[in-house]
């Protein structure tokens, strides 16, 4: 089935399924919804897989949100901190968004810097049972190659953000490997050329886990 009916069928049926709510004084719309769910299904297309059977609900604000999260310091003493944030993922079913992190994301596909697809690969990673960059895979060989591949990037990462060393892969996949992945996925389907380039290996994993190679469409626009 070509891409584009995929992805269609995929939008449709993400729309009928998933509850969208606005926070913050912001008001769901058609864009709002068609513009995530669009973003969010690219990262099903091909693949034989539900669509986010976990998801319920999306709640987008307008803009960067503040939680509060539990700090611990040297001495021990666990503080509550407050921080800002573009987009969330949450293992019982919901995903946060800030809208105009979103469309940032939709208006430049070529930054290496996508909210929504980072978030819905935290989604991916969780169907396996827990979030640890390493979504459900097929058959052991997949999963050795998937393991070696990606602990090796992600160690050349940590040593590229802890030496302040420029990077094609944004030093926030440094964190764990949780990130990693997701801001893998990023890098992916916006920077494909480069990541092929630069990180071969790590292209032809995750080519073969969502079994498409972005470099395709870039062409079609005329990007290089």
């Not at 709510?21 to 897989?49: F, H, S, Y």
């Not at 986010?52 to 666990?78: C, E």
């Not at 990606?150 to 764990?176: C, M, P, V």
């Amino acid at each position: 089935m070509p891409l584009r009916l995929q992805l269609r069928k995929l939008i449709k049926q993400f729309l009928h399924q998933k509850h969208f709510t606005g926070a913050g004084g912001l008001e769901i719309t058609d864009e709002i919804r068609v513009t995530i769910a669009a973003e969010a299904c690219l990262l099903l297309v091909n693949r034989k897989t539900n669509v986010y059977p976990s998801l319920r609900y999306i709640i987008v604000y307008p803009a960067a949100f503040v939680v509060d999260r539990p700090q611990g310091g040297v001495d021990g003493v666990v503080s509550e901190e407050r921080k800002g944030l573009l987009g969330e993922s949450w293992s019982n079913g919901k995903v946060i968004l800030a809208w105009d992190s979103v469309l940032h994301g939709s208006s430049n596909f070529f930054d290496g810097q996508n909210v929504v697809l980072h978030e819905f690969a935290h989604q991916l990673d969780s169907e396996s049972g827990s979030v640890n960059g390493a979504p459900i895979l097929a058959g052991r060989n997949s999963l050795r190659t998937w393991a070696a591949t990606l602990s090796e990037e992600f160690d050349e990462l940590q040593k590229d953000a802890w030496k302040g060393k420029r990077s094609l892969i944004d030093h926030y996949g440094a964190t764990n490997p949780a990130e990693f992945f997701a801001v893998s996925t990023e890098t992916f389907f916006e920077k494909p050329a480069q990541m092929a380039n630069h990180h071969s290996e790590l292209f032809e994993v995750l080519m073969s886990y969502y079994r498409i190679d972005p470099r395709e469409w870039h062409c079609q626009r005329g990007d290089r």
